[in-house]
């Protein structure tokens, strides 16, 4: 079990184009909007992780681990570089590349039928606030 304070999750679609693993042109925004929200915290926190996840389809096995390694690495590159206020303070930990091992909806509904609503959910990016 992961000890955690807080998560803060963003949509796959707000932060990159599909199959990419670059900021889009509003992203950056976002990222900046999420690193004032932490600054704004009435909590200390110690470490900040970056993770991402895909859903379960892909075109290649092994690839959805590699896009989300990548993605990961993006947002975690934009903290570094643009780190401000309390963020400043915080251990920024590797990224964590997921794929599709921790879903947050289901990818498929019943009898196996694609779910593109609970796909959509799984593409994401977390950024994980630890107290220790």
């Known amino acids: ?20 693993d670059w900021l889009h042109y509003e992203a950056e925004q976002r990222v ?5 929200y932490i600054n704004k915290l009435p909590v200390t926190y110690k ?14 096995p092994g ?38 091992t921790q879903p947050f909806a289901p990818n498929s509904g019943p009898g196996g039928a694609d779910n593109p609503a609970g796909r959509e959910k799984n593409r994401r990016v977390e950024i994980i606030l630890y107290h220790k």
């Open 32 to 36: 900046s909007d999420a690193m004032d």
């Open 1 to 20: 079990m992961k000890e955690f304070g807080l998560v803060l999750r963003l949509p796959g679609d707000v932060l990159f184009d599909f199959d990419r």
């Open 47 to 60: 470490r900040l992780q970056v993770e991402g996840h895909t859903d379960s389809k892909e075109k290649v």
């Open 63 to 100: 690839y959805n681990m590699d896009l989300s390694r990548r993605r990961a690495r993006t947002v975690t590159d934009y903290f570094i570089k643009y780190k401000h206020g309390r963020i400043h303070d915080l251990k920024i930990e590797p990224p964590a590349g997921l794929g599709a």
